[in-house]
């Protein structure tokens, strides 16, 4: 059952109440537009980040997990991190289309609610022109100040909201019900909630199905429904994604970095990083340059890592 807020119209007062407190951990880290050239082919390669691509006209091919998807205007498709992948423009219609780089620990919560997960990483969109809005408002902000970072950011939650919204209409006019309907999400919210909070402690599932009111069973899997994920892989890539910001933005030795995000061994911890990106801790903390936008032809285009 969703949550009900208070709204109020009385002609000289308008105003909301009762909302819930809701902060979502993704970010920004690249963004950009391209018209490709005919034939134009990207990877196989894996990213840092996720990624997701939203195809404006034209055609292309996009491969990952051995499955080909043969796309065009209105398709979109999201490379999560560490995944290896490629895709090349058609040779006779090659494709335009805009990207987001982005993580963050609710990263892949958002692509899951957005309809975008590892198992069925395409599907089409309505939203293209708030994605043009959004993207081009990030690249009309480019340099590296406080209120920028703010304000691209800002987008790419506006951008996220869309996507809820299409996919949300896409389930209906399927006859199936959306994400935040579907039976147990409540009590993958307070899971989520829970696991974002204690990612950092000793953690089973058991323990927070116990908290949570419900047996290990029924949230493992309405989780699944719900996330796309078991609660055991969302807790590792929450740790992962809080990992990855450590070794990125601080000098935090990584047996410290270990422990800071519930790993006790740090051999476990460092398998377990590199199976999730692809790259040891020691890699991806000397791996520190990275461009986010970058000026082309007077225009700042977003650059893939």
């Known amino acids: ?7 109020t119209d009385s002609g000289n007062f308008r105003a909301l109440d009762n909302l819930q407190k809701f902060v979502i ?54 490379i999560p991190a560490g995944r290896e992948a490629w895709y090349e423009a058609d040779h006779e219609d090659p494709w335009a289309y805009r990207w987001i780089g982005f993580e963050g620990i609710d990263a892949e919560v958002c692509c899951a609610r957005a309809g975008f997960t590892l198992k069925n990483p395409v599907r089409k969109i309505t939203c293209l022109n708030a994605a043009e809005w959004c993207i ?5 902000n480019p340099q590296d100040l406080p209120e920028n970072k703010v304000r691209r950011n ?13 996919y949300r209409k896409l389930c209906i006019e399927r006859g199936e019900l959306p994400p935040e309907y579907k039976t147990g999400s409540v009590y993958v919210e307070r899971a989520v909630e829970y696991i974002n909070e204690n990612y950092s402690k ?32 969302y807790l590792i890539n929450v740790r992962v994604e809080q990992a990855k910001s450590l070794l990125y933005k601080t000098n935090t030795q990584i047996s410290e970095v270990a422990s800071k995000v519930g790993y006790q061994d ?5 398998k377990i990083f590199k199976r999730k990106t692809g790259y040891s801790p ?24």
């Open 202 to 233: 000793h953690l089973t599932i058991n323990e927070l199905a116990d908290m949570i009111g419900v047996n290990r069973s029924y949230l493992a899997t309405n989780f699944k429904k719900c996330m796309g994920c078991s609660p055991q892989e």
């Open 282 to 305: 020691t890699e991806y903390k000397e791996a520190k340059s990275s461009v986010v936008f970058r000026k082309v032809k007077g225009e700042y285009i977003g650059v893939h890592l």
């Open 1 to 7: 059952m969703l949550r009900t807020v208070g709204y």
């Open 25 to 78: 951990d993704v970010s920004l880290v690249y963004c950009g537009w391209e018209q490709c050239d005919p034939g134009h082919r990207f990877g196989p390669n894996k990213r840092f980040t996720y990624v997701l691509h939203m195809v404006e006209g034209g055609k292309g091919v996009f491969e990952m997990n051995g499955q080909s998807y043969y796309l065009e205007k209105g398709d979109a498709f999201l």
């Open 266 to 270: 740090p051999l476990a911890f460092s």
């Open 154 to 166: 800002g987008l790419l939650q506006i951008l996220f909201g869309e996507l809820i919204a299409d």
């Open 136 to 140: 081009e408002g990030m690249m009309k």
